[in-house]
């Protein structure tokens, strides 16, 4: 079965187009995937025989991306190494799981993959995935990124972020990021906010002012 979610042409032109196929096998998925090749532009979500394919656009884009560099000027002012993995392709066959966040990282766990392919059946999962979502999506994310065991969930609508930690196999929304536990969401909130009114580069600036007195105090 496959099925197209409507929403207003306002929020398909700003934010992403989304097609949701059901009953799709293992095998299924991993030949789209195949035959999408590595450099596709959609996003592929797989979840226990539900695919979503997405096509994000600019809202989309620009939200994700601004995201990413807010958390790695916060790992470069804070001396903490990193190994960004974008939408990298994460599979665990045997969950039947898979998903292209927006944002992948490792952060603790970073001197275990560093320098290599990251190999999720001998890995560690990544410490932080981003998802930007700013129309619905029928994946159940909190479910696929628990299986596999991410520690830190951070999810985007456009307006809100909510922060996820992993405890006891499922995820529990927390006030502030366990990895930059000092930092308020309202930060990322100003840090979008500045981006939107007088450029990124002019945001970015400020963004690591503030970061280099509240470390100086």
């Given at each position: 079965?496959?099925?197209?979610r409507?929403?207003?042409?306002?929020?398909?032109?700003?934010a992403?187009?989304?097609?949701?196929l059901?009953?799709?096998?293992?095998?299924?998925?991993?030949?789209?995937?195949?035959?999408?090749?590595?450099?596709?532009?959609?996003?592929?979500?797989?979840y226990?025989g539900?695919?979503?394919?997405?096509?994000?656009?600019?809202?989309?884009?620009?939200?994700?991306?601004?995201?990413?560099q807010?958390?790695?000027i916060?790992?470069?002012?804070?001396?903490?190494n990193?190994k960004s993995?974008?939408s990298?392709?994460?599979?665990?066959?045997?969950?039947k799981?898979?998903?292209?966040?927006?944002k992948?990282?490792?952060?603790?766990?970073?001197?275990?993959?560093?320098?290599?392919?990251?190999?999720?059946?001998i890995?560690p999962?990544?410490?932080?995935?981003?998802?930007?979502?700013?129309?619905?999506?029928?994946?159940?994310?909190n479910?696929?990124?628990?299986?596999?065991?991410?520690?830190?969930?951070?999810?985007?609508?456009?307006?809100?972020?909510?922060?996820?930690?992993?405890?006891?196999?499922s995820?529990?929304e927390?006030?502030?990021?366990?990895?930059?536990s000092w930092?308020?969401?309202e930060?990322?909130?100003?840090?979008l906010?500045?981006?939107?009114?007088?450029?990124?580069?002019?945001?970015?600036?400020?963004?690591?002012?503030?970061?280099?007195?509240?470390?100086?105090?």
């Amino acid at each position: 079965m496959v099925s197209t979610r409507e929403t207003t042409p306002q929020t398909i032109d700003l934010a992403e187009k989304r097609v949701v196929l059901h009953h799709v096998s293992w095998q299924s998925y991993e030949k789209f995937l195949d035959a999408m090749g590595d450099s596709h532009s959609a996003r592929l979500t797989y979840y226990k025989g539900t695919l979503e394919i997405v096509a994000p656009l600019e809202a989309h884009e620009n939200s994700g991306s601004l995201v990413g560099q807010f958390i790695e000027i916060l790992t470069e002012e804070l001396n903490l190494n990193l190994k960004s993995m974008g939408s990298t392709t994460l599979k665990r066959p045997e969950l039947k799981v898979g998903g292209e966040p927006d944002k992948c990282y490792y952060v603790a766990n970073e001197p275990l993959v560093r320098g290599r392919t990251v190999d999720l059946t001998i890995d560690p999962p990544p410490d932080l995935i981003v998802e930007v979502d700013i129309t619905h999506t029928d994946i159940n994310k909190n479910a696929l990124y628990a299986e596999m065991g991410v520690g830190e969930f951070w999810r985007y609508n456009g307006k809100t972020l909510t922060i996820y930690q992993l405890q006891n196999g499922s995820y529990q929304e927390v006030s502030t990021s366990p990895t930059f536990s000092w930092v308020e969401k309202e930060r990322l909130y100003e840090f979008l906010k500045d981006c939107a009114q007088q450029g990124e580069t002019q945001a970015k600036r400020m963004f690591r002012t503030w970061i280099r007195e509240q470390l100086s105090r």
